[in-house]
């Protein structure tokens, strides 16, 4: 008998909405469990079972009827379907480059579609409202978007185009459906073809396009400081730090004061380094290694105690929480904090005495652990280390402090495996890394991958967050859990995740969906069995959209990709407002008081989990910039790829060894009239049958690089 799968309240509530939704565009069609999972692309046993057991849930709540034994109709008397004939709901526009949009509903309730004609004046991100048309048989919900509610933003970057009698910006971003039309008296001694910043300041109502004005002028496109900087100006992200935040931040005294250092317990006599990358700046994490008389190890995880120099209500603090997070573009990081505390009061640069918030552990080779300590702390640093150097120690044995490395890689890995056998997940993806000249040119792209060393000190950071969030969260008698900053992810779902299986089914790999312990091993088996195929890089891709995205909240679900009860970001408060908080909500705990309160906070993870999104799409868009730039002077030349997508106008290649992809367009392929088999992930030729699918290496040759919108054109080579 097939185990029920476990899914939380979201999921199941997507999953009811999904199944309604099915009855709803077939109102007339008797349906038994079967044909609903079919429609719903859902082939598991245990799924299906899912599917029956919300089915009679349904039937008892009066929404669904039953025409015959097994089989079930809407009930038009339902609350359901009387919601369904609604005329109007609102959501959030996800507009594509061709014009149409998709308007993700605030109620979860499905997507609805937009055609160009019908989007008005709504733009990417809009909040807005949608008259919905009637539903048609076998067909996607419609609508037309009657008023823009609330606009996602009003500044945007890209290149001034100025003629005899008119100046428009031409938008860097693909989702920006039109251009933007600005009166000569607003160019502000812009001229044309500079890259600029602009602001819509109205869009009258029988205009097509919005109109603005010049608030920035950015400078000559291609430029390396004027491409960055458009990057961040177009995310909103400051460019530079307030005159008060500098001022503040300069009046912070060097020394630490005598009476701080006997209020803390004290490390600067017990071994202690710095891992970090070698062209790091800000050393926000440091591990000390100490052999007791029992024969075990203490080792402390020491984090910079950014919550000593940054105060609520500062106007440091105001802007690290605008900020929230750091932003590391490809040759550049742009800090939270002033480079005053990040690269040097806060930084722990060795042989330096530096304040710390730490968590310490007793512990044996074996990582079990048998006390553990929060508290404040002062640290002298002996050694900062580059993961290379430590990554040399580890294979050779040899080297600075090698037996030290030893015992800190032996318990890491003995916590590593403890990790995975209670089902956390192996994501091992490769990170693309540029060497840049002093201009900051690409001359190589390199792909980096995590080693022992990198590991080694992620393992120990992931204890002490964990720990940290079981300290406060965990349940110790009648009382409730005071509230707390968690870092969460929830649970793929039962859609993606059954979309996801079909998917690799058709590649010969199958996986197991019978707990979430047994779906982990079953990812971690998956990455094994495709480690060094041409299609690795294209399933873990694929994996890592089909998980949910991991959020700061105080409403704590666990941690599903590190199977984790209970989790915390505790370890970079230098580079993460979320960290900043959890250590000041800790000291006030440790402190004895009474819980904070949730109101104030869950608006502030909300706020930092958006930042973070915004940043990682900055950096996405950074390398992407950086790729196209290395491609620029390589037109005409040949590559070896892997292909990592299809679709109705072409097929996504990724070349090996660089990750730079492009676009070969059906319309240049010249052998054969090709469509799209989008089941298959593949395009097949209608006259002799040839076929590209995903994973297929082929050879391309460099047709075109669009460097403005970060694009690559290619062509088959055969």
Not at 338 to 367: I, Y
Not at 482 to 500: A, G, N
Not at 526 to 542: A, P, R, V
Request: aromatic share 10%; proline share 4%.
């Amino acid at each position: 008998m097939a185990k029920k799968q476990k899914i939380n309240n979201d999921q199941k509530s997507s999953m009811i909405n999904n199944i309604l939704q099915v009855f709803l565009e077939n109102p007339h069609s008797a349906l038994n469990y079967k044909q609903i999972s079919k429609r719903l692309g859902i082939g598991d046993r245990a799924g299906k079972d899912l599917v029956r057991l919300l089915v009679e849930e349904l039937y008892r709540n009066r929404e669904l009827v039953e025409s015959n034994r097994g089989k079930y109709r809407i009930n038009p008397d339902g609350e359901r379907f009387r919601k369904s004939v609604k005329t109007h709901m609102i959501g959030t526009v996800d507009m594509k480059q061709s014009g149409k949009a998709y308007v993700i509903p605030e109620d979860k309730s499905g997507d609805v579609f937009i055609n160009t004609g019908n989007t008005g004046k709504a733009l990417h991100g809009d909040q807005v409202s949608v008259s919905l048309f009637p539903i048609r048989k076998g067909k996607k919900r419609e609508g037309e978007i009657v008023e823009v509610l609330k606009r996602h933003k009003k500044q945007f970057v890209g290149i001034l185009e100025i003629t005899k009698n008119v100046a428009f910006l031409i938008p860097d971003n693909s989702a920006m459906p039109v251009d933007i039309y600005i009166p000569k008296e607003n160019l502000n001694g812009a001229r044309s073809k500079e890259k600029v910043i602009v602001a819509i300041t109205e869009w009258p109502e029988h205009a097509q396009n919005p109109f603005g004005k010049v608030i920035q002028v950015l400078g000559k496109p291609g430029d390396n400081q004027v491409e960055m900087q458009s990057i961040l100006a177009e995310f909103e992200f400051p460019l530079s730090f307030s005159a008060a935040t500098e001022k503040e931040s300069s009046l912070i005294p060097d020394g630490i004061p005598e009476r701080e250092i006997k209020s803390r317990r004290d490390f600067r006599n017990i071994f202690t380094i710095t891992i970090d990358p070698a062209d790091a700046k800000d050393f926000d994490d440091a591990i000390s290694l100490l052999k007791l008389a029992n024969g075990n190890w203490e080792v402390g995880v020491h984090i910079a105690d950014v919550s000593y120099y940054v105060k609520p209500g500062t106007a440091v603090d105001d802007e690290a929480y605008q900020r929230a997070t750091s932003i590391y573009l490809v040759d550049r990081v742009i800090p939270m904090l002033p480079e005053r505390l990040s690269n040097e009061l806060c930084s722990l640069q060795p042989h330096k005495d530096r304040l710390c918030f730490s968590a310490v552990f007793e512990l044996d080779e074996k990582g079990k652990i048998y006390n553990e300590w929060f508290g404040k702390t002062v640290i002298h640093s002996d050694r900062r280390f580059a993961y290379e150097e430590v990554q040399e120690i580890i294979e050779s044995g040899k080297g600075e402090y090698a037996e030290e490395i030893r015992v800190f890689n032996t318990v890491a890995t003995a916590l590593r495996a403890e990790r995975f056998r209670k089902g956390s997940i192996n994501f091992e993806t490769q990170e693309v890394r540029f060497r840049l000249d002093e201009h900051g040119k690409p001359l190589e792209i390199y792909l980096r991958e995590m080693k022992d060393a990198n590991k080694l000190i992620e393992d120990f950071m992931l204890l002490a967050n964990r720990r940290v969030a079981e300290k406060v969260g965990k349940k110790r008698g009648e009382k409730p859990p005071k509230t707390f900053v968690y870092r969460i992810h929830d649970t793929p779902s039962p859609e993606k995740l059954q979309t996801f299986i079909e998917f690799i089914k058709k590649l010969g790999y199958k996986m197991t969906v019978t707990s979430d312990k047994s779906l982990a091993q079953s990812f971690n088996n998956l990455f094994k069995d495709i480690k060094g195929t041409g299609t690795e890089t294209m399933i873990e891709t694929i994996a890592i959209r089909t998980m949910s995205k991991a959020l700061y909240s105080t409403h704590n679900i666990g941690h599903y990709g590190l199977a984790f009860p209970f989790y915390t970001h505790f370890t970079s408060p230098i580079r993460r407002y979320p960290d900043l908080m959890v250590h000041r909500i800790l000291q006030e705990y440790l402190n004895g008081a009474a819980s904070v309160k949730e109101d104030v906070y869950e608006p502030m993870c909300d706020h930092s989990s958006e930042m973070e999104r915004k940043a990682i799409e900055a950096e996405r868009m950074s390398v992407k910039y950086k790729q196209a730039e290395y491609m620029l002077d390589k037109v005409g030349q040949e590559f070896d790829g892997v292909i990592s997508g299809v679709s109705k106008w072409g097929i996504f290649v990724e070349i090996i060894g660089t990750k730079c992809e492009g676009m070969v367009r059906l319309r240049d392929l010249e052998d054969d009239f090709y469509y799209l088999d989008e089941e298959n992930f593949q395009v097949i030729g209608q006259r002799y049958g040839f076929q590209y699918k995903l994973g297929d290496k082929v050879k391309i040759r460099v047709k075109r690089i669009d460097l403005g919108r970060k694009q690559m054109d290619f062509g088959l080579v055969s």
